[in-house]
């Protein structure tokens, strides 16, 4: 078994390890170059046709991609602590938030790396006004998730879940292409140092 | 218990009548005018702060979003026929196929509608270029589609799954904005007339 990465600061591979480190399982991880171009030479892209990183590679030859369905193979191997809920309603929640994370913040953050980052300019055709107009719409779902996070620890509830993993890459791959949390955000910026406290924000 | 719905042609509340009615379960629907804007309401809101639909309510008055959640609270409530897998292959297999119809096929559905649609243009700002841009992405993601359908009759494998109704939802959303499948998926196009004629695709 093994799990193909391209290492900092790419959100998604991040969520796999973090993931990994808070469970406790140890798996092998290959690089992957980016700037090499190995994520869409043919030989990776039978791994995963998307060409995207992370894969997790099993013994049997089979390929599982997208970091939240395999940080699910391993809840699903090795139930405890449960990052992805305990009961129907946990479960439910857990996985809401996920697609919150998702759709509502990670969206217009992908949105201005693609459209109106300089760095991805050569490599995707860009619509810049429409990047551009995605960093309010970043900032803005920051300030949601800030009213959200109020009386709670965490982004699903009093329990640190896959929903804080999901979040902590979010709102750091964000910082690094120049989308801070907001300053009238306090309960989003006292979230962020309680998860980035934890000794799996390393990896 | 009850959930807010807004009926056809809305992908995500379809999702769930599809789930509930692949497992046989009778919930009773509430129905929120878009039209009359009862979804911005400060008392919709309350139930789900993003302002969108499905939204599931238990007797306990706890809210769960997102049509994929909501699902999966049922799944665990009533695990058989499995829909999101039973084995951890399955399950995160079944996972990254829902996944990859969100991101890869209905994302750039998703922007000709909300970027390109006359419908929507009074309701967003648009970006036109950008979501005319998108057609052909869609396009190409229901080709991939197609050519990953080879060989088998479903979309994550040999079993009728969640990504099956997900991606019945997204196809035909997509026809519904003026997205048919392109003539040259036969596989799609075939694997489309297969699910649709099951009884739950009237849901």
Redesign the interface.
């Known amino acids: 078994m093994k799990i193909y990465d391209v290492g900092n600061p790419a959100p998604n591979p991040r969520r796999v390890r973090i993931f990994l480190a808070e469970k406790g399982i140890a798996v092998p991880y290959e690089p992957i170059s980016l700037m090499k171009g190995e994520h869409k030479a043919p030989e990776f892209k039978e791994k995963n046709?998307?060409g995207q990183v992370p894969v997790?590679e099993?013994d049997d030859g089979?390929h599982?991609?997208?970091s939240?369905?395999?940080c699910?193979?391993f809840e699903?191997?090795h139930p405890e602590p449960a990052l992805f809920g305990a009961?129907?309603?946990e479960?439910?929640?857990i996985?809401?938030w996920i697609?919150?994370i998702e759709f509502?913040v990670m969206g217009p953050v992908g949105n201005v790396w693609r459209?109106a980052d300089a760095r991805t300019s050569k490599i995707v055709?860009q619509?810049r006004?429409?990047g551009e107009?995605n960093r309010e719409t970043a900032f803005n779902a920051m300030r949601?998730l800030d009213?959200?996070l109020v009386g709670r620890d965490f982004i699903a509830g009093q329990h640190y879940s896959v929903a804080d993993i999901s979040a902590l890459c979010t709102i750091d791959f964000a910082k690094f292409i120049g989308l801070e949390i907001p300053a009238d955000c306090p309960n989003l910026k006292a979230w962020h140092a309680r998860v980035s406290a934890r000794e799996s924000a390393a990896a």
């Open positions: 046709s998307l997790l099993l089979t599982i991609s997208e939240i369905s395999i699910r193979y699903a191997l009961t129907p309603v479960i439910a929640q996985d809401m697609r919150r509502i459209h055709k619509f006004d429409f107009a949601w009213r959200e």
